[in-house]
């Protein structure tokens, strides 16, 4: 069984064609601009087999076409690893493409989790990859953990080959700001490196979310801090060099 916290039909920004979003709950980041703090703690989710999730997705099939499919999104899917693989294994053995939309924060290289990261990868048809912050300091600050990890699981995509999407919130306030020129010019510089980069996308930080962490009684870390103008949007959409054409 998957915790699951939701279900979306028709999504369209998260990976090609239609797609059938399943977010998952758990999430060991605490990143202060989250617009879902709702799916923080896994054990909230409701309760759903691989079968019945591919069922109710397979009810949409009509409107992908030749790229559509599902995407596992969250939270965190990696936290629910075994459950992951289970429903992404059998979605291919139903012929439907898998998109995997994470921040990598689970992942290690060592132990049970890597051998079953590479299964995963193995059914596993796009990744993609929230780069919150390239500085590790200032990742820290953003998120409450480290970007190490998160590199690496960068690099060994690339190492295998695995198209990835790139996806970068800007967030123009805060200790952990990620719309500076120099972070973003280092964040290229560190795409660069990598061969398997079909997209990248820059992803303007908002409000929306904020009444879900008032509703949890939990302070906003952001209070204040308005979105990015479109000015700097463009900004950093030069600096990453974008064209998704």
Known sequence: MGYIHSLESFGSVDGPGIRYLIFFTGCNMRCQFCHNPDTWVMEKGTEY???????????????????????????????????????FKKAKQRKIHTCLDTSAQPFTREGIFFEKFRKLMDCTDLVL????????????????????????????????????????VLVPGGAGASDED???????????????????????????????????????????????TAERIENAKRILMIDNK
């Open 49 to 87: 087999t691989a079968d019945e999730l591919l069922d109710k997705a397979e009810r949409y099939r009509s409107y992908w076409g030749n790229e559509g499919g599902i995407t596992a999104s969250g939270g965190e899917p990696l936290l629910q690893i075994d459950f992951l693989l289970e429903l």
């Open 129 to 168: 990859l929230d780069i919150k912050q390239i500085y590790e300091d200032k990742h820290l600050l953003l998120t409450g953990h480290s970007n190490k990890n998160i590199l690496d699981c960068a690099r060994y995509l690339d190492g295998i080959g695995k198209p990835v999407w790139i996806r970068h």
């Open 182 to 228: 120099q972070q973003l010019k280092e964040l290229a510089a560190f795409l660069k490196t990598l061969h398997n980069i079909e997209r990248v996308d820059v992803l303007p930080y908002h409000t929306f979310g904020v009444h879900k962490w008032e509703l949890l009684g939990i302070p906003y870390p952001l209070a204040g801090v308005m979105p990015p």
